[in-house]
């Protein structure tokens, strides 16, 4: 082999060894990707910025391997309240309830049933507002409003 064909072949291995080392130096971010971590950007950051030091690959490489939350059902929040998951903020689901109904002098209707019509307009509008904002999930709000228009129907009866 002539040294022209040699210094020819070094380059093409040369230049087929680089989308090699491309490849090695952002596995850490296709992990994170694949993965859906919910701190893929920040392991993109950390990887073309200190990953050439070794030890920034390493430790965006454990990072995307770690997942600190996913959630269960579908659309649930991955970072939390951040964005980051940094201190596992994830936000709680929490149940609505409306306030005990006590009983009315007669002893058979609640008290709480003695709602007027533009209350009870009222205590829909809330409730859909809670409901556009995400407190309230849609069962949730459906069976709150049926209570108010029962108790509504339950004075109007009365």
Excluded at 34 to 55: D, M
Excluded at 77 to 90: A, K, P, T
Excluded at 112 to 118: C, G, P, R
Excluded at 133 to 146: H, Q
């Amino acid at each position: 082999m002539s040294t022209g064909e040699t210094e020819a072949l070094l380059t093409v291995i040369y230049l087929g060894m680089i989308p090699v080392a491309f490849l090695i130096y952002a596995i850490p971010s296709i992990i994170a990707f694949r993965r859906r971590h919910p701190n893929r950007f920040a392991i993109l950051v950390i990887n073309i910025a200190f990953g050439g030091t070794g030890i920034g690959w390493l430790g965006a490489l454990v990072w995307a391997l770690g997942a600190v939350h996913i959630p269960n059902e579908a659309g649930g929040s991955y970072g939390g309240e951040s964005g980051l998951n940094l201190f596992v903020n994830d936000p709680k689901a929490v149940r609505f309830v409306g306030p005990p109904l006590a009983t009315g002098a007669g002893g058979g209707t609640p008290a709480s049933a003695a709602l007027t019509t533009l209350a009870a307009v009222g205590e829909i509008e809330r409730l859909s507002a809670l409901r556009a904002s995400g407190v309230l999930s849609e069962p949730e709000f459906i069976d709150l409003k049926a209570d108010v228009l029962r108790r509504v129907r339950v004075r109007a009866s009365a």
